[in-house]
């Protein structure tokens, strides 16, 4: 990893394109209360111009995916991972019936890039918005005017440090990128992008979670549940989890800082296991070297009994074993 990239990240603004996310827009009278029903975050109280970070589940109460949930208007866009977007807009089509709804998948005809970092506010404000773009909260987004089209700019903090998504039409999608090359913004890599995810604790859908998943085991239900709506796919076996179980789940997603020198031969590999004395206690979904803590990081799911800050374990690293402490997250606090 090239170090001006995670600088920029951390102290002040890198770009890059979203190629691997897919774009969904829901139109139509019923649109939010046919997404009411499906999504486990409250779409009704969406105003114009807000969003929400949400999930879509099973009726047992696994992830299919997770989203970003904006009201842009006449319409409502879900920004997902690209590898469930043709998944959803099939499943999402044959729940219509008699609603007044259509489903129209615009991956193909849109562009998207993600703008990241403590001056990404200051680079896309300026350069993307010609000081035009109001002071988002999270989730919340501003139709800007840009050559004979406009962009979209989404206030995401999706890799837990503040960030923009940008849309725009696909046509216009090169000229976008130029703006910000012009402004001396960072154009970052994947491998930037995630050491600082993992470094924010972050947990990133399908790597750290996938459809065996229960939001409650990833530690999502603050940001993408809201426990005052009426009912959604999946509801049941959340509420029986909370309610019954008091929350109560046989694994926790954690972090894990490892003992082992600050060395790339030190990061252990997804999937990698995790061990207390002779037994198998859970496996690493994600695992970076830290520039911020100088030693290899990890995010990884362990048994519930030791999920707790401070608990010692080991993991599978080459043919060792390196000694690993459960530690809070976020492993680096956000400037």
């Known amino acids: 990893m090239n170090s001006n990239e995670y600088r920029s990240l951390r102290h002040g603004a890198g770009f890059t394109g979203r190629t691997e996310r897919g774009w969904i827009v829901v139109t139509g009278e019923d649109r939010a209360q046919y997404l009411q029903g499906l999504l486990t975050n409250d779409v009704m109280a969406l105003g114009d111009g807000a969003g929400c970070y949400a999930a879509y589940l099973t009726p047992q109460g696994r992830m299919i995916a997770d989203l970003h949930v904006l009201n842009i208007g006449d319409r409502i866009l879900l920004d997902v991972d690209g590898s469930v977007r043709a998944k959803l807009v099939s499943r999402f089509e044959s729940l219509v019936f008699t609603e007044d709804v259509r489903v129209t998948d615009l991956t193909e005809s849109w562009m998207s890039y993600g703008v990241h970092g403590p001056g990404a506010p200051s680079v896309v404000g300026v350069a993307v918005a010609r000081n035009e773009l109001r002071d988002l909260t999270l989730y919340q987004s501003q139709r800007v005017p840009f050559l004979d089209t406009t962009v979209l700019v989404t206030r ?18 090169l000229a976008l990128r130029e703006r910000l090359i012009a402004a001396r913004v960072v154009e970052v890599t994947e491998t930037a992008l995630e050491v600082v995810r993992v470094e924010a604790g972050r947990p990133a859908f399908p790597i750290d979670i996938d459809e065996q998943t229960i939001p409650l085991e990833v530690g999502i239900e603050d ?49 990698a296991l995790v061990w207390r004395a002779d037994g198998k206690v859970g496996r690493v979904t994600s695992a970076v070297l830290s520039p911020g803590l100088r030693a290899p990081i990890a995010l990884a799911y362990v048994v519930r009994e030791l999920a707790e800050t401070g608990t010692r374990v080991e993991v599978t690293v080459g043919n060792g074993r390196a000694g690993a402490i459960v530690s809070a997250l976020p492993f680096v606090d956000c400037e």
């Open 156 to 173: 995401t903090d999706e890799l837990g440090v503040i960030g923009y998504a940008l849309f725009v039409d696909r046509l216009a999608g």
């Open 223 to 271: 940001r993408a549940i809201s426990f005052e709506k009426g009912c959604y796919v999946g509801q049941e076996v959340i509420v029986r989890i909370l309610h019954r179980g008091q929350g109560r789940v046989a694994q926790k997603l954690v972090g894990l800082k490892l003992g082992q020198a600050g060395t790339l031969a030190a990061v252990p590999q997804r999937d």
